[in-house]
């Protein structure tokens, strides 16, 4: 079993900035991807970006140039740094563990509410 724990959601102005982070705790293997998604009211749940073990990256169009997302494999830590927000950025966002070695498992966070409006 794996645990992931997000803080850093909350109400900012467009054009403002935060950052999210999501710790995994528990059965971690080493070879595997963490990132974002998000679900605004009535939509979908979409992926905002993701990385893998190795470095790779992969962001939404919609959020290319603006969000950045890291990692800290010592700490089994994902960030995502999220600049020139939008309030069409407004949603929850899901923190995402998942691995496919040696076999497949998606985990999720609890979501956190990011909103974005003057």
């Known amino acids: 079993q794996v645990q992931l724990v997000e803080s850093g959601g909350g109400l900012v102005q467009p054009g403002g900035s935060l950052r999210l982070s999501c710790a995994a705790s528990?059965?971690?293997?080493?070879?595997?991807?963490m990132g974002w998604y998000r679900q605004a009211p009535g939509q979908e749940r979409d992926v905002v970006a993701t990385?893998?073990?190795?470095?790779?990256?992969n962001y939404a169009d919609s959020v290319k140039g603006r969000f950045a997302i890291s990692r800290d494999n010592a700490k089994n830590t994902v960030y995502l740094q999220m600049n020139s927000l939008k309030p069409e950025d407004s949603a929850v966002y899901f923190c995402?563990?998942?691995?496919?070695?040696?076999?497949?498992?998606?985990?999720w966070g609890q979501g956190t509410q990011v909103t974005v409006s003057s």
């Open positions: 995402y563990y998942g691995f496919r070695i040696p076999y497949s498992k998606d985990y």
């Open positions: 528990g059965s971690i293997f080493s070879i595997n991807t």
């Open positions: 990385i893998h073990s190795s470095g790779n990256t």
